[in-house]
C-alpha cells in the first residue's frame, strides 16, 4: 500500500443493474484526464471463485484478462473506458476470499485461532481493496466497486471492511453510493424515498456516504437534490444526477460538467488543476454523434441476451463510429435457424458474426450460416466457437468429410477438425482450467489479417477455449482455399483461418472484443465493419 494512494469505494442501493461499473469507470476516465494513475476493481459477493462457470443469464458475459482471469463484465468497462489492463488482481469474489482463508486455516497459518467473519475474512477483504499483492504499484487511486445491493446479506462482510478502512485511512477514503430515483407514472412525480432508505441502510452498517450518484431517467430539480441531501446528510455539491445518455460514452463528460472528479478531489485534499484533459474523448463522442448512416449487423448466437456478447457488441459498435456509421445490431437466434430459413433470417444484414459459446446447442445453426454466407460472399466474422464452426462447414462442404465435427460435440467422430488440446486432456475441473489469457500469434504476410493489424507480424490476443483447429487437417484446408494465416509459434496452434478469395472471411480463435477500446479499436473490427460498409 502506497501511502499516498487514495480509496473509492463505490456501492449501489435500491436495484441492482443501476450502472456502477459505468460510474466506476468514468471516474477513473476522469481521474486519468487529470494526469493521475489509476486502477479499477471489482469484489464480487457470490461464492462462485470466478465467473468462468456461470450461465452468461446468470451474469453476462465472461470477460477475460491478459493474465487469463475470468472475471466480470464490468472490467470490459474499465479497460473500454480507461485503456488500463486489467488483471487477476482487479476481480475477487466472495468465493476467492473465503478460498484464500480456508486454505492458510488447513495449513495451520492461524496458529489453533478460530477462524471468523471478523477479523479473519473482513482482514482478507481488506488486504485485497488495498492491493497487498500488488507492492509495486504506485498508484494515486484505487477504485473499488462492490457488486450486488445494499443490504444484500452476502455482501455484509464488504461492507464492514469499508467502513474499517474508512477510520484507517481517514481522507483517503471516499465512499460514493448509487441509488435510484424512480418516477411514478400515477402521482406524476419523482420519489427520493428508495434513496433515503438506501443511505439509512448505509449509516446502519457504520458508513456515511460522501457522494451520492442519482441514476434516472428524468432530470431532478436542484430542490429534489436539495432534500436528497438534507435528508442524508451529504453535501449539495455532492449530489450527481446520473440521467439516461444516448450512449453510455457521454457519462464521463456529464460526471465532468458536474463535477464529479472535482468533488473526489476536494474530499481527498488534492488540489483542483486545469480542467481534465478529454480532448481525444470529445473528439470520439463527436465522431459518434455525427455516424448517422445505418449498417446492419447480424449477431448469430444462442444466448438472446445483450450483456451475454456485451464486449463484442461494444466493439462492433466502436468500429462502426470508427468508420463513421452507426451499426446497428441484430439477434439472431441460431437454435432457428435451418437450411431453408437461413436465408430469410439472414436477409438484410450486410455482415455477420458467429458468436463464441459452449455446447451443442445452437451450433448446427452457425454451421448452416456459415455455409451461406460463404456461398454468398456476405462478409463474415467469427470468433472462438464461432470460428471452428466455419471450419466444420468448410469440412462438411468443400472438403467433402460430411461427419466432420468438434470432438467437444461428437466424441467419435472420424474425422475431429476441431480436437481437444493436448494440455486439457487430463483436466477434470471446469473452472479456470481453458486455455486463457494472452498468448502471441504470427501472422502470414499478405493475408487478410496481415493487412488489418497494420502490417504486425506478431500479435498478442487473449484467450477462453478447451479445443483447437487439428493441424493433422491444415495442408488439405490450406489446398483448398481456406489459409491458416495466424499460428501460435511456439505450440504451431491455428488462430486465424480465413478465405483470401472472399470479400471478407475471417475466424479467430482467440477473442479481439476483449482489447478492442474507446479510444483504441480493434482493427479486425474495423476492417470488418470497413468491408460491410
Known amino acids: 500500500m502506497n501511502k499516498k494512494t487514495n480509496y473509492i469505494f463505490i456501492t449501489g442501493g435500491v436495484v441492482s443493474s443501476l450502472g456502477k461499473g459505468i460510474i466506476s469507470a468514468s471516474i477513473g476516465k476522469l481521474l486519468q484526464a487529470r494526469g493521475y494513475q489509476v486502477t479499477i476493481q471489482k469484489f464480487d459477493p457470490y461464492i462462485n471463485i470466478d465467473p468462468g462457470t456461470l450461465n452468461p443469464y446468470e451474469h453476462g458475459e465472461c470477460y477475460v484478462t491478459m493474465d487469463g482471469m475470468e472475471t466480470d463484465l464490468d472490467l470490459g468497462h474499465y479497460e473500454r473506458f480507461t485503456g488500463i489492463h486489467t488483471t487477476q488482481h482487479n476481480s475477487i469474489t466472495t468465493g476467492r476470499i473465503y478460498k484464500t482463508v480456508i486454505d492458510r486455516e488447513r495449513r495451520g497459518d492461524y496458529l489453533g485461532k478460530t477462524i471468523q467473519v471478523v477479523p479473519h475474512i473482513t482482514d482478507e477483504i481488506k488486504r485485497r481493496m488495498l492491493r497487498m ?3 509495486d504499484e504506485h498508484l494515486d487511486f484505487v477504485i473499488t466497486e462492490v457488486g450486488g445491493t445494499i443490504g444484500d446479506i452476502e455482501s455484509a462482510p464488504f461492507m464492514e471492511a469499508i467502513r474499517q478502512l474508512r477510520w484507517q485511512l481517514g481522507r483517503r477514503a471516499v465512499c460514493v453510493h448509487l441509488t435510484y430515483v424512480p418516477y411514478l407514472k400515477a402521482a406524476e412525480e419523482m420519489k427520493t ?9 448505509l449509516q446502519g452498517m457504520g458508513i456515511q456516504p460522501d457522494i451520492l450518484v442519482l441514476r434516472t431517467e428524468r432530470h431532478l430539480e436542484d430542490a429534489m437534490r436539495a432534500k436528497v441531501a438534507s435528508f442524508c446528510n451529504v453535501e449539495l455539491n455532492c449530489v450527481f444526477l446520473s440521467e439516461d445518455m444516448p450512449s ?8 465532468q460538467q458536474q463535477g464529479l472528479d472535482a468533488a473526489i478531489l476536494r474530499k481527498v485534499g488534492l488540489p483542483l488543476s486545469e480542467q481534465p484533459d478529454m480532448q481525444s474523448w470529445l473528439d470520439f463522442l463527436d465522431k459518434q454523434r455525427r455516424a448517422t448512416r445505418e449498417i446492419h449487423i447480424g449477431l448469430v448466437g444462442k444466448y438472446d441476451l445483450q450483456d451475454a456478447y456485451k464486449s463484442i457488441r461494444e466493439s462492433l459498435n466502436l468500429a462502426g463510429i470508427y468508420n463513421d456509421v452507426k451499426t446497428i445490431l441484430h439477434f439472431i437466434n441460431s437454435e432457428q435457424i435451418t437450411s431453408e430459413n437461413v436465408a430469410e433470417q ?3 444484414m450486410a455482415g455477420i458474426v458467429i458468436c463464441p459459446g459452449f455446447g451443442q446447442r445452437g451450433i448446427e445453426g452457425k454451421i448452416i450460416t456459415s455455409q ?4 454468398h460472399n456476405i462478409p463474415t466474422f467469427g470468433i472462438c466457437l464461432g470460428m471452428q464452426m466455419m471450419v466444420i462447414e468448410f469440412a462438411r462442404n468443400v472438403l467433402g468429410y460430411k461427419d466432420a465435427n468438434s470432438r467437444e460435440m461428437d466424441n467419435k467422430t472420424p474425422h475431429n477438425v476441431i480436437d481437444l488440446m493436448e494440455e486439457q486432456k487430463n483436466i477434470m475441473d471446469k473452472g479456470g482450467t481453458m486455455r486463457l489469457g494472452a498468448y502471441p500469434c504470427a501472422l502470414r504476410a499478405g493475408s487478410r489479417a496481415y493487412e488489418a493489424y497494420g502490417q504486425h507480424s506478431i500479435i498478442m490476443e487473449r484467450h477462453r477455449h478447451r479445443y483447437e483447429f487439428n493441424n493433422a487437417y491444415k495442408e488439405e484446408y490450406e489446398q483448398n482455399g481456406m489459409q491458416c494465416v495466424g499460428i501460435n509459434p511456439s505450440a504451431n496452434l491455428v488462430e486465424i483461418v480465413e478465405i483470401p478469395t472472399h470479400r471478407w472471411f475471417i475466424g479467430t480463435q482467440y477473442h479481439p472484443e476483449y482489447t478492442s477500446t474507446v479510444l483504441h479499436p480493434h482493427p479486425l473490427f474495423i476492417s470488418f465493419i470497413q468491408t460491410c460498409k
Not at 372 to 375: A, D, G
Open 133 to 135: 499483492d500488488e507492492p
Open 193 to 201: 424515498k428508495p434513496t433515503q432508505h438506501s443511505v439509512k441502510e
Open 248 to 255: 453510455i460514452y457521454e457519462v464521463p463528460v456529464s460526471m
Open 346 to 348: 439472414l436477409a438484410g
Open 372 to 375: 451461406y454466407t460463404r456461398i
